[in-house]
Protein backbone atom coordinates (compact mmCIF):
# COMPACT_ATOMS: atom_id res chain seq x y z
CA UNK A 1 0.00 0.00 0.00
CA UNK A 2 1.34 3.47 -1.16
CA UNK A 3 1.32 5.91 1.43
CA UNK A 4 2.01 9.24 1.90
CA UNK A 5 3.39 11.64 5.02
CA UNK A 6 0.63 14.32 5.86
CA UNK A 7 0.80 16.33 9.24
CA UNK A 8 -2.67 16.08 11.44
CA UNK A 9 -3.53 19.06 13.17
CA UNK A 10 -6.58 18.82 16.11
CA UNK A 11 -7.68 21.84 17.67
CA UNK A 12 -9.55 22.07 20.65
CA UNK A 13 -11.49 25.14 22.03
CA UNK A 14 -14.56 26.49 23.37
CA UNK A 15 -17.28 26.23 20.67
CA UNK A 16 -17.56 30.31 20.85
CA UNK A 17 -14.39 29.91 18.28
CA UNK A 18 -15.90 27.47 16.13
CA UNK A 19 -16.40 30.13 13.18
CA UNK A 20 -13.30 32.11 13.03
CA UNK A 21 -11.07 28.82 13.34
CA UNK A 22 -13.52 27.45 10.48
CA UNK A 23 -12.21 30.60 8.44
CA UNK A 24 -8.78 30.29 9.54
CA UNK A 25 -8.86 26.21 8.03
CA UNK A 26 -9.99 27.50 4.67
CA UNK A 27 -7.98 30.47 4.50
CA UNK A 28 -5.19 28.56 5.07
CA UNK A 29 -5.89 26.14 2.85
CA UNK A 30 -6.88 23.28 4.37
CA UNK A 31 -9.09 21.18 2.05
CA UNK A 32 -11.71 19.93 5.07
CA UNK A 33 -11.94 18.84 8.33
CA UNK A 34 -13.81 17.14 11.36
CA UNK A 35 -15.40 18.61 14.15
CA UNK A 36 -17.02 16.62 17.13
CA UNK A 37 -18.49 17.96 20.46
CA UNK A 38 -16.30 16.87 23.51
CA UNK A 39 -16.48 17.70 27.21
CA UNK A 40 -12.62 18.41 29.45
CA UNK A 41 -11.21 20.54 31.73
CA UNK A 42 -8.32 22.82 31.72
CA UNK A 43 -6.80 26.12 33.05
CA UNK A 44 -9.81 27.74 32.40
CA UNK A 45 -11.78 25.73 34.72
CA UNK A 46 -14.09 22.80 33.34
CA UNK A 47 -16.57 22.17 30.56
CA UNK A 48 -19.39 20.44 30.43
CA UNK A 49 -21.31 20.07 27.10
CA UNK A 50 -24.94 20.28 28.33
CA UNK A 51 -25.00 24.00 26.43
CA UNK A 52 -23.70 23.43 22.95
CA UNK A 53 -22.52 27.31 23.31
CA UNK A 54 -20.64 26.57 26.38
CA UNK A 55 -19.22 23.45 25.32
CA UNK A 56 -15.68 22.64 23.95
CA UNK A 57 -15.14 21.50 20.37
CA UNK A 58 -12.06 19.33 18.49
CA UNK A 59 -11.50 19.99 15.08
CA UNK A 60 -9.22 17.80 13.47
CA UNK A 61 -7.85 18.41 9.27
CA UNK A 62 -5.14 17.01 7.98
CA UNK A 63 -3.14 18.87 5.69
CA UNK A 64 0.21 19.50 3.75
CA UNK A 65 3.38 20.08 5.94
CA UNK A 66 3.83 23.76 5.15
CA UNK A 67 0.14 24.33 5.91
CA UNK A 68 -0.09 22.56 9.10
CA UNK A 69 2.93 25.31 9.92
CA UNK A 70 1.04 28.24 8.75
CA UNK A 71 -1.80 27.08 10.82
CA UNK A 72 0.12 26.73 13.94
CA UNK A 73 1.52 29.83 13.90
CA UNK A 74 -1.67 31.70 13.14
CA UNK A 75 -3.35 30.16 16.27
CA UNK A 76 -0.38 30.81 18.51
CA UNK A 77 -0.83 34.86 17.26
CA UNK A 78 -3.91 35.06 16.75
CA UNK A 79 -6.53 32.43 19.02
CA UNK A 80 -4.26 31.86 22.19
CA UNK A 81 -4.76 34.68 23.68
CA UNK A 82 -8.27 35.31 22.89
CA UNK A 83 -9.94 31.66 23.24
CA UNK A 84 -9.78 29.07 25.72
CA UNK A 85 -7.43 26.66 23.13
CA UNK A 86 -5.29 23.77 22.55
CA UNK A 87 -3.09 22.66 19.14
CA UNK A 88 -1.09 20.27 18.53
CA UNK A 89 0.34 18.58 15.70
CA UNK A 90 1.05 15.13 14.68
CA UNK A 91 2.12 12.74 11.68
CA UNK A 92 -0.13 10.68 9.67
CA UNK A 93 0.01 8.71 6.98
CA UNK A 94 -2.99 9.00 4.33
CA UNK A 95 -3.88 6.99 0.94
CA UNK A 96 -4.66 9.87 -1.62
CA UNK A 97 -2.60 12.76 -1.14
CA UNK A 98 -4.34 14.90 -3.63
CA UNK A 99 -7.14 15.02 -0.91
CA UNK A 100 -5.56 16.86 1.56
CA UNK B 1 -44.58 43.03 47.70
CA UNK B 2 -43.94 40.53 50.33
CA UNK B 3 -46.96 38.41 48.89
CA UNK B 4 -46.22 38.90 45.40
CA UNK B 5 -42.60 37.58 46.20
CA UNK B 6 -43.94 34.70 48.25
CA UNK B 7 -46.15 33.85 45.52
CA UNK B 8 -42.99 34.18 43.12
CA UNK B 9 -40.73 31.88 45.78
CA UNK B 10 -42.91 28.94 45.97
CA UNK B 11 -43.83 28.44 42.29
CA UNK B 12 -43.16 25.39 40.44
CA UNK B 13 -40.29 26.68 38.26
CA UNK B 14 -38.68 28.87 40.93
CA UNK B 15 -38.35 25.90 43.22
CA UNK B 16 -37.14 24.31 40.87
CA UNK B 17 -34.64 26.40 39.79
CA UNK B 18 -33.77 26.60 43.49
CA UNK B 19 -33.40 22.36 43.10
CA UNK B 20 -31.16 23.14 40.66
CA UNK B 21 -28.51 25.89 42.20
CA UNK B 22 -28.79 23.60 45.23
CA UNK B 23 -27.72 20.32 43.06
CA UNK B 24 -24.72 22.41 41.25
CA UNK B 25 -23.82 23.83 44.58
CA UNK B 26 -23.20 20.04 46.01
CA UNK B 27 -21.83 19.11 43.28
CA UNK B 28 -24.95 16.56 42.11
CA UNK B 29 -23.77 14.53 39.04
CA UNK B 30 -27.21 15.90 38.03
CA UNK B 31 -27.32 17.20 34.76
CA UNK B 32 -29.13 17.50 31.75
CA UNK B 33 -28.31 15.73 27.86
CA UNK B 34 -27.63 18.60 25.44
CA UNK B 35 -30.12 17.45 23.27
CA UNK B 36 -32.73 17.99 26.11
CA UNK B 37 -31.30 21.36 26.90
CA UNK B 38 -31.70 22.45 22.81
CA UNK B 39 -35.22 20.38 22.71
CA UNK B 40 -36.65 22.92 25.72
CA UNK B 41 -35.43 25.56 24.58
CA UNK B 42 -36.78 25.01 21.16
CA UNK B 43 -40.66 24.20 22.52
CA UNK B 44 -40.10 27.21 24.97
CA UNK B 45 -39.21 29.84 22.24
CA UNK B 46 -41.62 28.23 19.73
CA UNK B 47 -44.48 28.37 22.53
CA UNK B 48 -44.16 31.37 23.58
CA UNK B 49 -43.14 33.35 20.00
CA UNK B 50 -46.68 31.42 18.72
CA UNK B 51 -48.15 32.67 21.48
CA UNK B 52 -47.32 35.91 20.56
CA UNK B 53 -48.31 36.03 16.46
CA UNK B 54 -51.66 34.85 18.08
CA UNK B 55 -51.98 37.75 20.10
CA UNK B 56 -50.82 40.15 17.53
CA UNK B 57 -53.38 39.15 15.00
CA UNK B 58 -55.63 39.47 17.92
CA UNK B 59 -54.78 43.03 18.96
CA UNK B 60 -53.69 44.23 15.50
CA UNK B 61 -50.43 45.41 14.66
CA UNK B 62 -51.84 48.94 15.15
CA UNK B 63 -51.29 48.55 18.85
CA UNK B 64 -48.08 47.02 19.05
CA UNK B 65 -45.80 48.94 16.86
CA UNK B 66 -45.60 51.81 19.57
CA UNK B 67 -44.50 49.98 22.74
CA UNK B 68 -42.41 47.29 20.13
CA UNK B 69 -40.75 49.93 18.81
CA UNK B 70 -40.25 51.68 22.25
CA UNK B 71 -38.61 48.25 23.61
CA UNK B 72 -36.23 48.01 20.59
CA UNK B 73 -35.00 51.62 21.24
CA UNK B 74 -34.99 51.30 25.22
CA UNK B 75 -32.62 47.79 24.32
CA UNK B 76 -30.29 49.75 22.26
CA UNK B 77 -30.04 52.52 24.44
CA UNK B 78 -29.12 50.52 27.51
CA UNK B 79 -25.78 50.22 26.66
CA UNK B 80 -24.58 53.95 26.00
CA UNK B 81 -25.46 54.20 29.77
CA UNK B 82 -23.93 51.37 31.08
CA UNK B 83 -20.91 51.44 29.16
CA UNK B 84 -19.58 54.70 30.37
CA UNK B 85 -20.50 53.39 33.99
CA UNK B 86 -18.40 50.11 33.95
CA UNK B 87 -15.36 51.87 32.21
CA UNK B 88 -15.38 54.88 34.87
CA UNK B 89 -17.21 54.04 38.20
CA UNK B 90 -16.40 50.22 37.29
CA UNK B 91 -12.75 51.04 35.68
CA UNK B 92 -12.73 48.24 33.29
CA UNK B 93 -10.96 47.99 30.58
CA UNK B 94 -13.15 49.32 27.61
CA UNK B 95 -13.63 46.27 25.38
CA UNK B 96 -14.53 44.66 28.60
CA UNK B 97 -17.14 47.04 29.65
CA UNK B 98 -18.69 47.34 25.94
CA UNK B 99 -18.85 43.82 26.27
CA UNK B 100 -20.81 43.60 29.25
CA UNK B 101 -22.99 46.42 28.46
CA UNK B 102 -24.10 44.42 24.89
CA UNK B 103 -24.59 41.58 27.61
CA UNK B 104 -27.31 44.29 29.89
CA UNK B 105 -29.05 46.01 26.61
CA UNK B 106 -29.72 42.75 25.22
CA UNK B 107 -32.64 40.13 27.00
CA UNK B 108 -32.64 36.59 29.01
CA UNK B 109 -35.69 34.69 27.01
CA UNK B 110 -35.89 32.29 30.05
CA UNK B 111 -36.55 35.43 32.59
CA UNK B 112 -39.39 36.98 30.26
CA UNK B 113 -41.27 33.60 30.04
CA UNK B 114 -40.61 32.92 33.81
CA UNK B 115 -42.28 36.60 34.14
CA UNK B 116 -45.43 35.29 32.32
CA UNK B 117 -45.90 32.45 33.90
CA UNK B 118 -45.65 34.18 37.07
CA UNK B 119 -48.35 37.09 36.37
CA UNK B 120 -50.40 33.68 35.12
CA UNK B 121 -50.40 32.07 38.20
CA UNK B 122 -50.92 35.32 40.15
CA UNK B 123 -53.62 35.84 37.65
CA UNK B 124 -52.48 39.04 36.59
CA UNK B 125 -53.69 39.74 33.31
CA UNK B 126 -51.03 41.07 30.38
CA UNK B 127 -50.60 41.41 26.63
CA UNK B 128 -49.85 38.54 25.15
CA UNK B 129 -48.15 39.84 22.39
CA UNK B 130 -45.45 41.04 24.59
CA UNK B 131 -43.45 37.97 22.70
CA UNK B 132 -42.79 40.46 19.88
CA UNK B 133 -41.21 43.10 22.21
CA UNK B 134 -38.22 40.36 23.52
CA UNK B 135 -37.90 39.33 19.99
CA UNK B 136 -37.01 42.77 19.05
CA UNK B 137 -35.04 43.66 21.88
CA UNK B 138 -32.37 40.71 21.40
CA UNK B 139 -30.09 42.19 19.09
CA UNK B 140 -30.26 45.94 19.09
CA UNK B 141 -28.06 46.00 21.83
CA UNK B 142 -25.82 43.53 21.15
CA UNK B 143 -24.89 45.44 17.72
CA UNK B 144 -24.40 48.76 19.91
CA UNK B 145 -22.21 47.01 22.18
CA UNK B 146 -19.94 45.70 19.53
CA UNK B 147 -19.75 48.96 17.83
CA UNK B 148 -18.97 50.43 21.03
CA UNK B 149 -15.47 47.48 21.45
CA UNK B 150 -14.54 48.26 18.20
CA UNK B 151 -14.35 51.60 18.60
CA UNK B 152 -12.15 51.57 21.53
CA UNK B 153 -10.27 48.34 20.22
CA UNK B 154 -9.28 50.41 17.08
CA UNK B 155 -6.58 52.04 19.59
CA UNK B 156 -4.98 48.72 20.61
CA UNK B 157 -4.42 46.12 17.65
CA UNK B 158 -7.28 43.89 15.79
CA UNK B 159 -8.68 40.72 15.40
CA UNK B 160 -8.75 39.51 11.36
CA UNK B 161 -11.25 36.87 12.19
CA UNK B 162 -14.09 39.44 13.96
CA UNK B 163 -16.22 41.78 12.21
CA UNK B 164 -19.58 43.79 12.94
CA UNK B 165 -20.59 41.54 10.05
CA UNK B 166 -20.03 38.43 11.74
CA UNK B 167 -21.55 39.93 14.83
CA UNK B 168 -24.26 40.91 12.72
CA UNK B 169 -24.87 37.58 11.63
CA UNK B 170 -24.86 36.24 14.62
CA UNK B 171 -26.97 38.70 16.64
CA UNK B 172 -29.59 38.73 13.62
CA UNK B 173 -29.60 34.93 12.55
CA UNK B 174 -28.97 33.31 15.77
CA UNK B 175 -31.38 30.30 16.45
CA UNK B 176 -33.39 32.34 19.14
CA UNK B 177 -33.81 34.92 17.20
CA UNK B 178 -35.06 32.89 14.12
CA UNK B 179 -37.10 30.75 15.90
CA UNK B 180 -38.96 33.06 17.68
CA UNK B 181 -39.44 35.78 15.12
CA UNK B 182 -40.39 32.79 12.84
CA UNK B 183 -43.10 31.76 15.57
CA UNK B 184 -44.50 35.28 16.03
CA UNK B 185 -45.06 34.89 12.06
CA UNK B 186 -46.29 31.44 11.91
CA UNK B 187 -49.04 32.53 15.31
CA UNK B 188 -49.45 35.91 13.05
CA UNK B 189 -50.48 34.27 10.17
CA UNK B 190 -52.66 31.18 11.82
CA UNK B 191 -54.38 32.92 14.57
CA UNK B 192 -56.74 32.25 16.99
CA UNK B 193 -57.94 28.89 14.55
CA UNK B 194 -54.39 28.02 14.21
CA UNK B 195 -53.91 28.38 18.39
CA UNK B 196 -56.94 25.73 19.09
CA UNK B 197 -54.90 23.39 16.84
CA UNK B 198 -51.89 23.47 19.15
CA UNK B 199 -52.88 24.14 22.21
CA UNK B 200 -52.68 21.02 23.87
CA UNK B 201 -49.17 20.98 22.97
CA UNK B 202 -47.74 24.78 22.79
CA UNK B 203 -50.15 25.66 26.12
CA UNK B 204 -51.22 22.71 28.40
CA UNK B 205 -47.68 21.53 29.03
CA UNK B 206 -46.14 25.14 28.93
CA UNK B 207 -45.56 25.24 32.99
CA UNK B 208 -44.05 21.78 33.47
CA UNK B 209 -41.63 22.26 30.47
CA UNK B 210 -40.59 25.85 32.23
CA UNK B 211 -39.95 24.26 35.50
CA UNK B 212 -37.97 21.42 33.87
CA UNK B 213 -35.83 24.18 31.95
CA UNK B 214 -35.24 26.39 34.86
CA UNK B 215 -33.89 23.43 37.02
CA UNK B 216 -31.73 22.79 34.00
CA UNK B 217 -30.98 26.64 34.41
CA UNK B 218 -30.58 26.72 38.30
CA UNK B 219 -27.27 24.08 37.35
CA UNK B 220 -26.21 26.09 35.13
CA UNK B 221 -26.01 29.25 36.63
CA UNK B 222 -25.31 26.96 40.10
CA UNK B 223 -21.99 26.12 38.54
CA UNK B 224 -21.03 29.76 37.78
CA UNK B 225 -21.59 30.55 41.31
CA UNK B 226 -17.65 29.85 41.96
CA UNK B 227 -16.25 32.57 39.70
CA UNK B 228 -18.35 35.07 41.21
CA UNK B 229 -14.59 35.39 43.16
CA UNK B 230 -13.02 36.46 40.04
CA UNK B 231 -15.76 39.56 38.93
CA UNK B 232 -14.96 41.64 42.20
CA UNK B 233 -17.84 43.78 44.55
CA UNK B 234 -18.29 46.11 41.52
CA UNK B 235 -19.90 43.73 39.07
CA UNK B 236 -22.08 42.05 42.25
CA UNK B 237 -23.37 45.32 42.85
CA UNK B 238 -23.69 46.01 39.17
CA UNK B 239 -25.66 42.93 38.47
CA UNK B 240 -28.37 43.51 41.04
CA UNK B 241 -28.40 47.63 40.85
CA UNK B 242 -28.24 47.71 36.79
CA UNK B 243 -31.88 45.66 36.45
CA UNK B 244 -33.47 47.29 39.17
CA UNK B 245 -32.99 50.95 37.17
CA UNK B 246 -33.54 49.26 33.40
CA UNK B 247 -36.18 47.74 35.01
CA UNK B 248 -37.84 50.81 36.27
CA UNK B 249 -37.38 52.05 33.29
CA UNK B 250 -39.18 49.67 31.52
CA UNK B 251 -42.29 49.80 33.49
CA UNK B 252 -41.95 53.40 32.99
CA UNK B 253 -41.91 53.21 29.20
CA UNK B 254 -44.51 50.28 28.94
CA UNK B 255 -47.05 53.06 30.76
CA UNK B 256 -45.59 55.92 28.28
CA UNK B 257 -46.86 53.34 25.46
CA UNK B 258 -50.13 52.83 26.77
CA UNK B 259 -49.39 49.07 28.01
CA UNK B 260 -51.71 47.60 30.72
CA UNK B 261 -49.79 46.55 33.74
CA UNK B 262 -49.02 43.34 32.87
CA UNK B 263 -47.32 44.51 29.88
CA UNK B 264 -45.84 47.08 31.68
CA UNK B 265 -44.43 44.78 34.28
CA UNK B 266 -43.11 42.64 31.15
CA UNK B 267 -41.20 45.39 29.32
CA UNK B 268 -39.58 45.71 32.89
CA UNK B 269 -38.67 42.33 33.36
CA UNK B 270 -36.95 42.73 29.73
CA UNK B 271 -34.99 45.67 30.30
CA UNK B 272 -34.09 44.52 33.50
CA UNK B 273 -32.93 41.00 31.75
CA UNK B 274 -29.38 40.45 30.71
CA UNK B 275 -28.44 37.85 27.95
CA UNK B 276 -26.21 34.82 28.38
CA UNK B 277 -26.67 33.10 25.37
CA UNK B 278 -26.98 35.11 22.34
CA UNK B 279 -25.11 37.95 23.10
CA UNK B 280 -21.54 35.73 24.45
CA UNK B 281 -22.40 34.12 21.23
CA UNK B 282 -21.95 37.53 19.24
CA UNK B 283 -19.44 39.12 21.38
CA UNK B 284 -16.62 36.03 21.56
CA UNK B 285 -16.65 35.75 17.85
CA UNK B 286 -16.74 40.30 17.04
CA UNK B 287 -15.00 40.99 20.68
CA UNK B 288 -12.75 38.27 20.94
CA UNK B 289 -10.63 40.21 23.36
CA UNK B 290 -12.73 40.91 25.98
CA UNK B 291 -12.72 38.43 28.61
CA UNK B 292 -16.01 36.11 29.10
CA UNK B 293 -15.97 35.16 32.62
CA UNK B 294 -16.93 38.78 33.26
CA UNK B 295 -19.58 39.00 31.09
CA UNK B 296 -21.31 36.05 31.57
CA UNK B 297 -20.56 35.58 35.60
CA UNK B 298 -22.62 38.64 35.89
CA UNK B 299 -25.51 38.06 33.31
CA UNK B 300 -25.77 34.23 34.14
CA UNK B 301 -24.50 34.06 37.89
CA UNK B 302 -25.86 37.58 39.30
CA UNK B 303 -28.73 39.20 37.42
CA UNK B 304 -30.39 35.80 36.57
CA UNK B 305 -31.02 34.38 39.63
CA UNK B 306 -31.98 38.00 41.10
CA UNK B 307 -34.54 38.28 38.48
CA UNK B 308 -36.04 35.10 38.23
CA UNK B 309 -36.39 35.15 42.42
CA UNK B 310 -36.88 38.73 43.39
CA UNK B 311 -36.78 40.55 40.60
CA UNK B 312 -40.15 39.26 38.87
CA UNK B 313 -41.98 40.16 41.93
CA UNK B 314 -40.70 43.55 42.39
CA UNK B 315 -40.98 45.05 38.86
CA UNK B 316 -44.57 43.94 38.87
CA UNK B 317 -44.95 46.02 42.62
CA UNK B 318 -43.04 49.30 40.69
CA UNK B 319 -45.39 48.64 38.08
CA UNK B 320 -48.49 48.54 40.34
CA UNK B 321 -47.48 51.75 42.43
CA UNK B 322 -46.78 53.41 38.78
CA UNK B 323 -50.09 52.41 37.85
CA UNK B 324 -51.93 53.24 41.13
Not at chain 1, 60 to 85: C, H, N, S, W, Y
Not at chain 2, 55 to 75: D, N
Not at chain 2, 224 to 230: A, E, I, P, Q, V
Not at chain 2, 244 to 264: D, P, Q, R, S
Request: aromatic share 8%; with cysteine; charged share 15%.
Amino acid sequence: MNTHPMKLVTIICEAHAREPVKKLLREAGAHGYTLFQVEGEGSRGERTAEIQEFANIQIETIVQPDVAAALMEKLERDFFPRFGMIAFESDVRVLRPKKF
Amino acid sequence: MLDALHANLVSPAVLFFVLGLVAAIAKSDLKFPEPLYAGLTIYLLTAIGFKGGVAISQAGLGAVWLPGLAAMVLGALTPLWTYPVLKTVGRLPAVDAAAIAAHYGSVSAVTFIAATNYLTAINQPYENYASAFLAVMESPAILVGVVLGKMAMNRSGNFPEASLKTAMHEALFGRSIVLLVGALVVGGLCGERGMSKVEPFFVTPFQGVLALFLLEMGIVAGRRLGDLRKVGPFLLAFGIIVPVINGALGVWLGKLTALELGGATLMGVLSASASYIAAPAAIRVSLPDANPTLSLTSALAITFPFNITVGIPLYLAMARWMYA
